[in-house]
Structure formats: structure tokens, C-alpha cells
């Protein structure tokens, strides 16, 4: 019967990869969700390329006393991780071992033997996922700081279709960010910091823009919308917001009457131009 200093050991569990890692961690993850409150912690190795790399590591898990799970598939560093695994007694498992054996049994086949397979196989739907959490995390305006690390910059006017078009440009996996220009106000530093290759203006005509304001306020039920429905305060807006457009140098594309796929695929013609 285990003690209860038994039950609250703790343990050190390195991932080594030849790749990123996600499989050990998935599959590792799925296996500590059995346990209450596991005491763990998680050492992740990555892109290991060498039998060096593949050695070092194995010695830092036998010095911490910790233990491997790994998911190398390049038959050099597959073979120096056992041997060293087994010369300095780390407990190890291979996480794809058996079943890429079962697999060549039933396939006739043998396996390619390379790093990183899974993860291109996933790669669009993976940069799909994290182009999307990017967007969201900076849609209008928001999460200034990280506006380095967009693909694009949409800019504008309110309701000149900034966001629908971020995130149909993030569902190909472009990360987008919008920052809306407001009239008074000079653009955030953040912003003017940015390559201004990559930020682009979208503008409409003044009575489009006024209907689709219109259609906005009707949503919003009472309240003070007298200027941001009004055509003449549309159209001082619209000029101020064109002449900062020019003066940052960034390009612009006309929305009025564009659907939201023109726009997007605009706005990948310029940016990849």
C-alpha cells in the first residue's frame, strides 16, 4: 500500500522532440488528467536535430531524477536517447513507437522517419487558430503594444468594415489588427510605428457610410447619434481621414460597394504586392 508521502510525490517529466513537441504534450496532458493534482513538472525540449542535443538532454533528466516521454523519429536520435536512457537508468517511453510499429505491420510500409510530420500536416489549420486569436485580441484598437506582430493593419473610419474584414483575412490565417482613426485625435504611436506597407486604409463614400451608420443606429435604440449620422459631419470625417491616410503613406481601398471577400482579397494584393 502507497504512503501518503507515496501519493504526494513529485516528479520532473522532460519532453524531447525532434519537432515542436504538441503530440508528447497532448498525449501527456490527456494521461495527467487521470490523476488528482498531480505534483508535476514539465521540462519541453523541442527541434532537437543532433544526437549531441538528444544526449544532453537525457543527462539533464538523470540529473534532476525526472523521467522522459519523447516522440523523436529519426532513427540516430531514436537510438541515442535509448542508450542513454538505458546506460543512466532514466525511465523513458515513446509515445509513437508502437503504434508507427503496428502501422508498418499492417501497412507493409516503413516510416519515413521524419521530424515534424503532424505538425505540417496541421500547420494551415494551426495558423488558422492563432491568426484568429491574434484578431481578436486586437480589433479595434485593442492590444496596441503587439501591433508589431500583425500581417495587416486595417484603419478607417467607424463602420467602414475593419473588423468583418481582420477576421475573414484571420480565417485564412492572416493575422489582422484594426485601429479605428478617429476624427481630432492623431493615430497612436503604436501605429505610426508600424511598416507602413503593411497598414491600409479602407474608406466609403459619404452616403454609403451614412447608411450603414443609420442601419447601426436603429440598433442601438435612444441615444446622442445626431453627428455620427449626420451626411455633412460623415463628409468632414471622410476628408480628415484621407488626408492622415496620405500623409502616413499608407494605401487605401475604396469599400463602398465592395462585399467583404473583394475586400480581403484587395487587401492580400496589396500586402503581398
Known amino acids: 500500500m502507497s504512503s501518503s508521502t507515496d501519493a504526494n510525490k513529485s516528479l520532473t517529466i522532460f519532453i524531447l522532440s525532434g519537432s ?34 538528444v544526449i544532453r538532454e537525457v ?16 532513427p540516430e536520435l531514436h537510438a541515442a536517447l535509448l542508450c542513454e536512457a538505458t546506460a543512466l537508468r532514466v525511465p523513458a517511453i515513446d509515445i509513437l513507437g ?18 515534424g510530420l503532424a505538425f505540417q500536416t496541421q500547420r494551415e489549420r494551426l495558423e488558422r487558430i492563432e491568426a484568429v ?3 481578436l485580441a ?15 493593419v486595417i484603419v478607417g ?21 484594426n485601429v479605428p482613426l478617429i476624427p481630432g485625435l492623431e493615430p497612436p504611436a503604436e501605429l505610426l510605428a508600424v511598416d507602413k506597407r503593411k497598414v491600409i486604409g479602407l474608406t466609403m463614400n ?15 435604440g435612444d441615444g446622442a447619434f445626431d453627428k455620427y449620422g449626420s451626411l455633412h459631419e460623415i463628409e468632414a470625417e471622410l476628408r480628415q481621414t484621407e488626408q492622415l491616410i496620405g500623409r502616413c503613406g499608407w494605401r487605401r481601398i475604396d ?3 465592395m462585399s467583404v471577400e473583394e475586400v480581403a482579397r484587395e487587401v492580400v494584393s496589396l500586402v503581398r504586392a
Open 20 to 53: 515542436t513537441g504538441r503530440t508528447c504534450d497532448e498525449v501527456l496532458r490527456a494521461a495527467l488528467a487521470q490523476f488528482d493534482d498531480p505534483r508535476v513538472q514539465i521540462v519541453r525540449r523541442s527541434h532537437l536535430a543532433s544526437e549531441a542535443d
Open 59 to 74: 543527462r539533464a533528466a538523470a540529473e534532476a531524477g525526472g523521467v522522459i516521454c519523447h516522440s523523436l523519429v529519426v
Open 98 to 115: 508502437p503504434l508507427l510499429i503496428l502501422l508498418q505491420d499492417q501497412l507493409g510500409q516503413q516510416p519515413r522517419g521524419l521530424a
Open 206 to 220: 459619404a452616403n454609403r457610410l451614412q447608411s450603414v451608420r443609420e442601419a447601426r443606429i436603429k440598433t442601438l
Open 255 to 257: 469599400v463602398s460597394y
Open 133 to 135: 486569436t491574434y484578431t
Open 157 to 177: 473610419a467607424s463602420r467602414v468594415s475593419k473588423s468583418v474584414t481582420c477576421f475573414y483575412l484571420a480565417y485564412d490565417g492572416i493575422r489582422a489588427a
Open 138 to 152: 486586437h480589433d479595434d484598437g485593442a492590444g496596441l503594444a503587439e501591433l508589431d506582430q500583425a500581417d495587416v
